[in-house]
């Protein structure tokens, strides 16, 4: 098993009610998990959104939460919901509806990386794929709950930003003309935050003079709907990032970009936790 589900990184006090998380970002890999995969250890990264973490880490300083999750996506998804569980994969578990993730192998405990490529040579057994939702997925969170809550309790409002990051593959054959988007934000088309929160953050990444869409490619996963719910003062919006702008996807390294990139983030980063307080002093004024 990874050492952790998840490392929780919080400021020294409290002023925003933005909670920063990313999912993907896990890369403790088990030696055992390692040995039973058909992948060698590069290609096994492919789908993990690498080094997302270090992107935003910035966020206690600005007064916000940060949770980052210690096991890679490859092992177990955190952006999927616990029942997504992939017969192809799974011993005993039946087919149940038609779900476009868990067909193409992208469920709860993925079948495939990047491109489709298989991470197993056969089945798992039902009891492993339990083990890692009890040990991995549910304290990530429980965790991320207690968070939301927390901070709608404190500030009236709480903000989810769901980090993430995209191949460029997908931004360039997402059909988009002209200049293609560095980021794409994600509120399941209105569903998961409010507009005025959502132009608020499309804001603070234009401002920082990054190409932004919404929606397309990426319209948002579970986390985004299952913690979107702005009719009682919570939101969560996705974002992703082309990651050819700070990394080599083929090495899986940090690019020459990388450091100033990290610090443009860091202005945006700033500009996003700023939203819940203002946005109450608003509310107070009215």
């Known amino acids: 098993m990874p050492s952790t589900s998840y490392h929780l990184h919080l400021p020294d006090e409290f002023t925003s009610c933005v909670v920063f998380a990313s999912p993907h970002s896990g890369r403790d890999y ?9 992948l060698d250890e590069h290609t096994i990264r492919s789908s993990e959104d690498a080094f997302v973490d270090r992107l935003f880490d910035c966020a206690p300083q ?5 949770l980052r999750a210690g096991a890679p996506r490859a092992y177990v998804d955190l952006n999927r919901a616990c029942d997504e569980l992939d017969p192809a994969l799974i011993d005993g578990v039946r087919k149940a509806g038609n779900n476009p993730r868990i067909a193409s192998g992208l469920g709860v405990v993925p079948r495939v990386v990047a491109n489709g490529r298989a991470i197993y040579r056969g089945k798992l057994p039902r009891s492993e794929a339990d083990k890692r939702i009890t040990r991995i997925w549910r304290p990530y969170h429980d965790k991320l709950g207690e968070l939301l809550v927390q901070s709608r309790a404190q500030f009236g409002t709480s903000v989810l930003i769901d980090c993430h990051s995209m191949p460029h ?3 360039r054959q997402s059909g988009k003309k002209g200049d293609l988007p560095q980021i794409v934000i994600g509120d399941r088309f209105g569903a998961s935050a409010s507009s005025e929160i959502v132009e608020r953050v499309e804001a603070a990444f234009a401002q ?3 190409r932004v ?3 397309a490619p990426f319209a948002g996963a579970f986390i985004t709907q299952h913690y979107g719910r702005p009719s009682q003062n919570q939101h ?3 974002i992703e990032i082309d990651r050819s702008i ?3 996807e083929k090495t899986v390294r940090p690019n020459g970009n990388f450091h100033p990139f990290r610090k443009l983030l860091r202005g945006v980063v ?10 109450q002093e608003q509310l107070a004024a009215e």
Request: proline content about 5%; cysteine-free; overall charge negative.
């Open 208 to 210: 920082a003079g990054l």
């Open 270 to 279: 700033a500009e996003l936790a700023a939203i819940g307080p203002q946005q």
């Open 169 to 171: 593959e997908a931004v």
């Open 213 to 215: 869409v919404r929606n």
């Open 236 to 238: 969560a919006i996705q």
């Open 62 to 66: 600005f007064g916000a939460a940060f």
């Open 30 to 38: 088990p030696w055992s998990f390692l040995r039973g995969t058909i």
């Open 246 to 248: 700070y990394m080599d």
